[in-house]
T-cell receptor, first 114, second 114 residues
């Protein structure tokens, strides 16, 4: 699986957009970008994933650069409950025939402030 | 959405005793489950992959005789920490593979060994 690089920590004002970057310059053509988050003392929560097109769901948007070497997770209107560690993971698709592992890096600690 | 539960949520035990942690997929069947360990201020570390009806596959450096994994049914995997010591104190998280390969995480179990 390709290596990812994320900033250790970020702050964001409540109500503003939180933009969390992730670098994955060695990503392969068949590897997806997955984002999970972990609120303190809870299990990780899936946010979104994508291959090359931008993706949006009810939680966030994922913007992947054209060369796929980096991506940005966008929380459009951050709330205090979005304070968490955000993990960017690059790997082949978690398809039904794939029992592969999900390996977590250090992630970005996002602190949303009032 | 798919729900994974863990029991107990927290446990305190004496050094030398064994502790069993249960991971259940409540509304789906999971042929594959994963066990992670997380120390304070660190990321999740994958310990082992548990497949229903077969032996678990352990990550390098994880003692299979100390961390016994049993995946006897499609909705239950158990992790037993044998002869627990204070250094085994950690946050243990399970993950179940659901439909389409999605990964669902349990809420975690906080183990404290005195």
């Amino acid at each position: 699986d390709a290596k990812t690089t994320q900033p250790t920590s970020m702050d964001c004002a409540e109500g503003r957009a939180a933009n969390l970057p992730c670098n994955h310059s060695t990503i392969s053509g068949n590897e997806y970008v997955y984002w999970y988050r972990q609120i303190h003392s809870q299990g990780p929560q899936y946010i979104i994933h994508g291959l090359k097109n931008n993706e949006t769901n009810e939680m966030a948007s994922l913007i992947i650069t054209e060369d796929r070497k980096s991506s940005t997770l966008i929380l459009p209107h951050a709330t205090l409950r979005d304070t968490a560690v955000y993990y960017c993971i690059v790997r082949v698709a978690l398809g039904s025939s794939n029992t592969g592992k999900l390996i977590f890096g250090q992630g970005t600690t996002l602190q949303v402030k009032p | 959405g798919a729900v994974v539960s863990q029991h107990p949520s927290r446990v305190i035990c004496k050094s030398g005793t064994s502790v069993k942690i249960e991971c259940r997929s409540l509304d789906f069947q999971a042929t594959t489950m994963f066990w992670y360990r997380q120390f304070p201020k660190q990321s999740l570390m994958l310990m082992a992959t548990s497949n229903e009806g077969s032996k678990a596959t352990y990550e390098q450096g994880v003692e299979k005789d100390k961390f016994l994994i049993n995946h006897a049914s499609l909705t239950l995997s158990t992790l037993t920490v044998t002869s627990a010591h204070p250094e085994d104190s950690s946050f243990y998280i399970c993950s179940a593979r659901g439909g389409g390969g999605a990964r669902y995480f349990g809420p975690g179990t906080r183990l404290t060994v005195l």
